[in-house]
């Protein structure tokens, strides 16, 4: 537990990363009287347009980088991919929340899943796969259908390869493991999942943790596309599933956000599947469906302010709008019960999230949706 004074209205947070998560903690600083300063390399950055100031610059120019902490008062994160190092030496600067620990782990699926499991979560079965050896050990311990995953770098299924279950295996896995160039890898058991899950929980740097009511997650060519809040479940399940993130943000000793990615199979067993140290595209729907939303909680938790609460005056969906999907905004805009959120992102790419919509329902409507 770190001991810290709150950083006061007028403080000023920094952001590694200049995305859409970016601009919606910016926003939600805003409200709370705050200053951000965006950190990020790419010339175009949906963060920065609303944001008091923005460095463009590699997460290794170290001289950016210490220039970026000298005018900030804390630092935070919106993508987890910041190399450990460049988030090391700002520590040694300014307090960075999410630390240099939590990225370490959260970087690597392999060390994710250890964690996981030193907790007593269950996880699908896994195991590495970073040499010809070890794709043939790979083969026999985990049977049937299976996917190789990249360790590092992973993202809305990029880096994974399926392994069917029939076949020699073995040399499936190292084929599709040359194919992805010899990275670091973990095979996992396919998981026969009944729907996924995910659950945030931010923790504050005194230890409180708030969570979210567990939402169900839906995807079109493995980018989510659909969230429906709460998930469809036994409320059993949904308090299981929020005791899980607690334990995770606790034993991470996080100061800031975490998305919890969980599958529930089809033995009812809630699985460990992805954690994201920082706020989540499966949260927006707290913007309108919150007292607090999960861009106000992060604020609230890397600035040692009490977190807000998380109850729901609405259940809710949130549509992402992929690529050309955002063409129609126009036509969305004419139905009154939608609430449009659009990145300010140029350029329109086939996969790129470019905005979101938002529809409240009456508070229990939720667990009444057909199965779309
Ligand atoms: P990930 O990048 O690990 O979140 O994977 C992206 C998506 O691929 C997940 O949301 C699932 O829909 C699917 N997926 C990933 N791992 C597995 C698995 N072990 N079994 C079944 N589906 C998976």
Redesign the pocket.
Known sequence: MIATAALPPGSRIGILGGGQLGRMIAIAAAELGYRCHIFCPEAEAPAADVAAAWTQAGYDDEAALRAFAGAVDVITLEFENIPVGSVAFLATLKPVRPGAEVLRITQDRLLEKDFARALGLGT?PYAPVGSEGEAAEAAAAIPGRA?L?TRRF??D?KG?RLIAAEGERAGAIREAWAEMGGAPCIL????D?RC?ISVIAARGPDGAIATFVPVENR?RA?ILDLTIAPARLPASLLQEAEEMARRIAGRLDLCGTVAV?MFLGRDGRLLV??LAPRVHNSGHWTIEACLTSQFQQHVRAICGLPLGSTARHADATMRNLIGHDADAWAEILRDPANRLHLYGKSETRPGRKMGHVTRLLPLGAGGDLADF
């Open positions: 699908a996917v995953k992973g993202y299924g994974q996992e058991g396919f998981v999942f996924e995807h493995q990615e599947n992805e």
